[in-house]
């Protein structure tokens, strides 16, 4: 059992940062593919971005490639999101997500453990 909390969220303003992490609980998350997912508001969850187990492969959607990075910490057991030059249209929640084995994982589907989410609002 993963048990994951976010942190970081907030208000931002469009061309700024924000940096999201999330925190696991358990001794084996280097062994947990990571991932973040966002809702808008009306919106179905979308996949943003993936990291496997040992953080030597990601994976970003085209609408945050070259903005937003992902990172992990096995150590702390911490997967973090760094979101740089914001849009109005990243405004979500963003949920992290963890998937048993080292691969990427891009389909919720293949996620097993979610955290509760944290609102990213970004105005103009």
């Known amino acids: 059992q993963v048990q994951l909390v976010e942190s970081g969220g907030g208000l931002g303003q469009a061309g700024g940062s924000l940096r999201l992490s999330c925190a696991a609980s358990?001794?084996?998350?280097?062994?947990?593919?990571m991932g973040w997912f966002r809702q808008a508001p009306g919106k179905e969850r979308e996949f943003v971005t993936a990291?496997?187990?040992?953080?030597?492969?990601?994976y970003y959607a085209d609408s945050v490639k070259g903005r937003f990075t992902i990172s992990r910490d096995n150590a702390k057991n911490t997967v973090y999101l760094q979101m740089n030059s914001l849009k109005p249209e990243d405004t979500a929640v963003y949920y992290c997500?963890?998937?048993?084995?080292?691969?990427?994982?891009?389909?919720?589907?293949?996620?097993?453990?979610w955290g509760q989410g944290t609102q990213v609002t970004v105005s103009s």
């Open positions: 997500a963890a998937g048993p084995g080292m691969g990427l994982r891009i389909n919720q589907d293949e996620y097993s453990y």
């Open positions: 358990g001794r084996t998350f280097r062994i947990y593919a």
């Open positions: 990291i496997n187990g040992n953080g030597g492969s990601t």
